[in-house]
């Protein structure tokens, strides 16, 4: 990768990342921290299932929710 492609991918993840900040204040007000009803009622239960964890096991949640 030469020095401006390189440029060019910081300045996107900088944006990005920016963009991201900017909404975490409405996703925590809007969601929280126990999610919200489609969450709670659709994909947790799904995670469960599929997952089909024991007691005992441990889960590592990476990049996952508000963060």
């Known amino acids: 990768m030469d020095e401006s492609s390189g440029n ?3 300045r996107r993840i900088r944006e990005t990342s920016e963009m991201w900040e900017a909404k975490a ?24 299932r599929l997952l089909e964890l024991r007691p005992g096991e441990t889960v590592l949640d990476i990049a996952c929710g508000n963060g």
């Open 8 to 10: 060019e991918l910081q």
């Open 25 to 48: 204040g409405f996703w925590d007000d809007h969601v929280g921290p126990d999610g919200n009803q489609f969450h709670r009622e659709l994909v947790a239960p799904a995670q469960r």
